[in-house]
């Protein structure tokens, strides 16, 4: 199968590309990069006036499935990602049954590969059950398939556990990535504590109880030469832990989400919108402006969505019942085109590093360029396409954005995976 994709700019700072080309595709890779290409029994996809870079990929998806299949499953959570634009994403372990094991590690894998809409890199439980009290089958699951260890959703409780996770998983090579959550101060907290609590009468949540836990476990990190991978930061003394962390020579990354860069606890209002209820809680404008100038500044290391889709049942309830998260991935393009590149903040250079060559560094899988010989695994948008988010355009099973209703500009038009299009002129395909 050969695919030519014609007029298209293309960029990828891993090779100092940016340049108006065309690029030929067969059985899987990259065959030429240049000017004027021609192949006779290639597909010719015109992309003029579009932008071609290497593959999205998403450290941070939940798939809900196995056992959560009324919010998502692994082929309606893929599919959406393939109309994100995504080739590739990392899905967390807090499914039903917990995936703490081999067996839940194969049905992963063997579902997307059904499903063949992207790549999915599962990520196992660091203890059992998410519990924090026994080790998962860590090993076990590093040799079905298991790129990094986690258990999102809740944050280790006990610091002595993190240390033996850490110093298990350091033996292979991979990333530990903390969901920063102290418990005993967090406890029934709804939205950032301070002036949101106050005005909407609910629990807050300070930031103080992900703040502990970003320094204990870059601590931690020290102490055990296992990387850390700080998940879905919000605050800013959160991004000072990790600068410096970092001038220490300490092995820690971290992560925001667009929804923290873009929204903040101001819109929460008397509608008590429950898609805005997020695990972490949307923080200050204070602290988006501290996350945008970590972005810009190289401290934050990847972009991720922490796609988390709820069913409308569930979302329909009182606010203090309602599940925490929002979907993403579809909308995570668009909101980086049009919040951070179109203003300014970064360029598609910095873009493609946060979305596509950071995630694939820090959860250890193979890099994509675009030069012959690399796999092709790639994501083309129109910058210039001006979009609505509706429900009607969504292929996730939820809907609980909290973007909906927003104007974006920029969005993913064709997706490819090892040369199979997953996504054409917008249209997901399968």
Not at 112 to 119: D, G, P, S
Not at 287 to 304: E, R, S, Y
Not at 388 to 407: A, H, I, R, W
Request: charged share 25%; glycine share 10%.
């Amino acid at each position: 199968m050969k695919s030519l994709i014609k007029n298209v700019r293309a960029i990828d700072p891993a090779v100092s590309l940016d340049q108006v080309c065309d690029v030929l595709i067969e059985d899987g890779v990259i065959k030429e990069v240049g000017q004027s290409l021609t192949c006779d029994d290639a597909e010719i996809l015109d992309r003029r006036g579009h932008v071609l870079i290497p593959g999205l990929v998403d450290a941070h998806v939940h798939l809900r499935d196995p056992g959560l299949e009324y919010k998502e499953t692994i082929a309606t959570g893929t599919k959406a990602a393939a109309h994100g634009g995504f080739t590739g994403v990392c899905s967390m372990p807090n499914t039903k049954p917990t995936t703490d094991n081999a067996a839940v590690i194969d049905y992963v894998l063997e579902s997307a590969e059904k499903a063949h809409y992207c790549r999915v890199y599962p990520s196992g439980a660091c203890t059992v059950g998410l519990k924090g009290e026994a080790l998962a089958e860590i090993g076990s699951m590093v040799e079905h398939g298991a790129v990094a260890f986690t258990d999102d959703g809740r944050g280790v409780q006990s610091a002595g556990m993190m240390r033996r996770v850490m110093d298990y998983v350091k033996m292979f090579d991979k990333v530990v990535m903390s969901h920063c959550q102290d418990e005993s101060l967090v406890g029934a907290g709804q939205v950032n504590e301070g002036v949101a609590s106050t005005r909407l009468g609910l629990a807050g949540w300070p930031a103080a109880g992900e703040e502990i836990q970003i320094q204990r476990d870059i601590a931690l990190s020290e102490l055990t030469d296992c990387p850390i991978h700080i998940q879905h930061l919000t605050t800013r003394r959160g991004i000072e832990l990790v600068q410096e962390g970092k001038k220490r020579g300490i092995k820690v990354t971290c992560e925001v989400t667009p929804h923290h860069l873009i929204l903040c606890e101001d819109d929460i209002d008397s509608s008590y919108n429950t898609n805005l209820k997020m695990n972490p809680p949307l923080r200050t404008k204070d602290d988006n402006q501290a996350l945008i100038d970590a972005v810009k500044d190289g401290t934050v290391d990847c972009i991720v969505t922490d796609h988390a889709p709820h069913a409308l049942h569930e979302k329909s309830r009182e606010f203090e019942l309602a599940p925490f998260g929002m979907t993403g991935i579809e909308t995570s393009l668009g909101c980086v085109l049009t919040y951070l590149v179109r203003p300014g903040h970064i360029d598609y250079n910095r873009m493609v590093e946060l979305m596509a060559i950071n995630p694939r560094t820090i959860l250890r899988v193979p890099q994509v360029r675009i030069e012959p010989g690399s796999v092709a695994d790639l994501t083309i948008f129109n910058p210039e396409e001006k979009w609505t988010v509706t429900e009607d355009d969504m292929c996730s099973k939820s809907k609980n954005s909290g973007f909906l209703g927003y104007s974006l500009v920029g969005k993913a038009t064709d997706a490819m995976v090892g040369g199979t299009l997953t996504m054409k002129e917008g249209k997901v395909i399968g």
